[in-house]
RNA sequence: UCAGUCGGCCGGACGGCCGCUGCGGCAAGGGCCGAAAGGCCGCCGGAGAGGAAAGUCCGGGCUCCUUGGACAUGCGGUGCCGGAUAACGUCCGGCGGGGGAAACCCCAGGGAAAGUGCCACAGAGAACAGACCGCCGUCCCGCCUCGGGCGGGCGGCAAGGGUGAAACGGUGCGGUAAGAGCGCACCGCGCCUCCGGCAACGGAGGCGGCACGGCAAACCCCACCGGGAGCAAAACCGAAUAGGGGCGGCAGGAGCCGCAAGGCUCAGGUCGAUGUCCAGACCCGCCGCCCGGGUAGGUUGCUCGAGACGCCGAGCAAUCGGCGUCCUAGAGGAAUGGCCGUCACGCGCGGGACCUUUGCCGGUUCCGCGCCCUACAGAACCCGGCUUACAGGCCGGCUGAUACA
């Protein structure tokens, strides 16, 4: 996984399209080049003491690390903003709600479209029922 | 065993799957990103948060700044004595004062006869203090139920009451009209001498009749210490763009001066919604290359150090010396983890057995279930301290009580 250093990479993620979920935001803007894709997570002071979000900071970066290909995108950036919540909720529940959020962001970005088409791709999110399926596979390779 | 007190230590264990960071070894040829500097990509091995990593309150190392140094002034800090230390406001051992039955604990603990200032309220009186109640008189006046009493005046008194944080030292005896260091003894206080101690200070003797209230976390005085900023310090490498300097090539209207270089004048271009005129400001060339400063960015600083552990020695101790062994996190939107299982510890509930009891209560142990699945808390240049936070647990010293011997 290539993470985000620079400065600069957070603020232009921090401009494009978005998807709130109880444990996180995530953050997602094209690069326009066709590398691979890369990661960034951040947990501002609003998350905690510094032992917990350093907490909330590594159990995102284990769930994105679960979840990998398929819906990810090359040449884009993602950044997850920690919530309070990332802390307390179950880490299934994360990926689930991590798998939600890629979808919800790629319908947004091929329709162009924001705000009126968000709330039909969120019940679409909580009907996936793949979430067992997809490390299992990850097993035999 | 119980109660108390002081000090030290630990602060989950084991395993599975999947990851991260840097180090060492092996490979050494290539690929990718970037304009460059530079970075990333392989396999194996072992390593990887704390006692407070925290607050950033003191003290240092290190780096840069004032050209460098000395002194003075100002400002800030510290404040019983001796020792330890690189240094400290820290630590150790003492001294003095206070608390406790004791172990032990607490103290911002220099100077108030260098000066200035403050001491509210209450109270009669508060800093060369003071008669409100009261006590006393062989003094004077008046009245009466007249060897006495009452009231008033004059005078004496700081013992008692009352106020206060504090009232010109305390207790006792003598003394007196009543009283008072007025006199005496003891205690306290001050001064002097001697003795003990490196010293803070302690002890003894003598003298003084008591003067010298408190506040210096009020100004101040005295002694000692301190230049400022901080790893986002700082060093090196180093784009793009704008601007600075230099070199080369090409272009350069008209007139005048000049051999030439060049100079002057008129033209030229840009500026306001547009055009013309006037005034003003600016440009007064274009292209290529080179140089230096420097931003983004990159690398270093970055972990071998007042280092850790063990043994021996010195010292009451803090600590110091010698010898041996070891290398023990180095991130940078920030690694040191995520998920799961078993066990231990703790807590709660239910049940069984045993001890005790009339019984309840209580104690021990076993089983099952549930909870917390650990508290406080995450290195950010590195050390020495201080302060604050902390579930639970372990060990030891000392004091007192009880039991046994």
Do not use: C, I, W
């Given at each position: 996984?290539e ?7 957070f ?9 709130p ?5 995530l953050?997602?803007r094209g690069?326009?080049d ?7 997570f ?11 979000r ?25 950044v ?6 990332a ?23 091929r ?26 596979r990850?097993?035999?390779?």
């Amino acid at each position: 996984m290539e993470r985000l250093r620079q400065r600069a990479d957070f603020l232009a993620a921090a401009a494009g399209v978005r998807a709130p979920a109880t444990g996180f935001v995530l953050q997602v803007r094209g690069r326009g080049d066709d590398g691979p894709p890369r990661f960034g997570f951040t947990a501002s002071r609003k998350v905690g003491t510094a032992v917990e979000r350093n907490r909330a900071r590594r159990r995102l970066r284990d769930v994105v690390r679960r979840t990998d290909a398929a819906d990810v995108a090359t040449g884009h950036d993602y950044v997850l903003v920690a919530r309070r919540a990332a802390l307390s909720l179950p880490f299934d529940r994360l990926v689930a709600e991590f798998r939600s959020a890629l979808r919800r962001v790629a319908d947004k970005r091929r329709t162009g479209e924001t705000g009126a088409r968000a709330h039909r791709v969120r019940g679409a999110g909580k009907t996936d029922g793949t979430a067992s399926a997809r490390p299992a596979r990850r097993a035999q390779g």
